[in-house]
């Protein structure tokens, strides 16, 4: 019988994430006995992460997808690392698998000089990003808006924040419920491409929208 757990009698130190990466635990009755199991799965992009199973017995490293390890408590040892059948994780996990929301979507805007006009190529972005929310189903909609490094710091947090405004106004006439949405402003404190103080760079100029 397998189920999940929140709570693992054993330590799980050092999960550190390279890139993206799903950590699945579950318990598994075996002979009697609680063991709890460990399998490192890539995210959707394919990317896979790292973690160490340790007690105060030994540690194992997982670092390839699919690598496995288990522990029936502190007090022991995890087992050797081996490879989950694919097959199996799918018996598993298979539902849970079906139902995972799907990463965040991502899109960048960009803006004319000292304007919130969005460039051409940008305006044209507006109509994808409600379609995005519409065949995602959208809980919340991040618009955070952004400026080069000409002009002052005061110019430009309103400048970004005027941006990030307009951006979320443009999306509501299309009918996006406002309610979802979180407008921040960067100024020119988080630029894409750093450079110089007074250095004018396009890239920097824009707002980006991160769907959830």
């Known amino acids: 019988m397998n189920r999940f757990i929140s709570t693992p009698p054993s330590r799980l130190s050092g999960a550190t994430v390279l890139g993206l990466a799903l950590l699945w635990l579950f318990l598994m009755m075996l002979s009697g006995c609680a063991k709890q199991a460990v399998i490192l799965m890539p995210d959707r992009d394919g990317h896979v992460g790292k973690a ?23 007090n022991f040892s995890p087992s050797s690392v081996t490879t989950a059948k694919p097959a199996d994780i799918q018996k598993t996990f298979g539902e849970v698998l079906a139902i995972e929301p799907p990463p965040a979507e991502t899109f960048t805007l960009f803006f004319e000089t000292g304007t919130t ?50 951006v979320k106004k443009l ?32 890239r920097n100029r824009r707002v980006v929208v991160i769907i959830h």
């Not at 109509?127 to 000409?150: E, K, L, N, Y």
């Not at 406002?178 to 407008?183: A, R, Y």
Request: proline letters at 5%; hydrophobic letters at 30%; one cysteine or more.
């Open 117 to 166: 006009d969005l460039t051409a190529e940008s305006s044209e972005k507006i109509a994808a990003i409600i379609q995005s929310c519409q065949q995602r189903g959208a809980i919340s909609v991040s618009v955070s808006g952004h400026t080069d490094a000409t002009g002052s710091d005061q110019l430009n947090d309103q400048l970004a924040r005027d941006r990030a405004e307009q």
């Open 171 to 202: 999306l509501v006439e299309q009918g996006l419920n406002p309610d979802l949405i979180t407008v921040s402003s960067h100024g020119k404190g988080n630029p894409a491409y750093p450079t110089p103080e007074g250095v004018a760079e396009p």
């Open 52 to 74: 160490e199973v340790s007690t105060t017995k030994g540690k194992q490293t997982l670092d390839k997808e699919g690598d496995t390890t288990s522990v029936i408590s502190k």
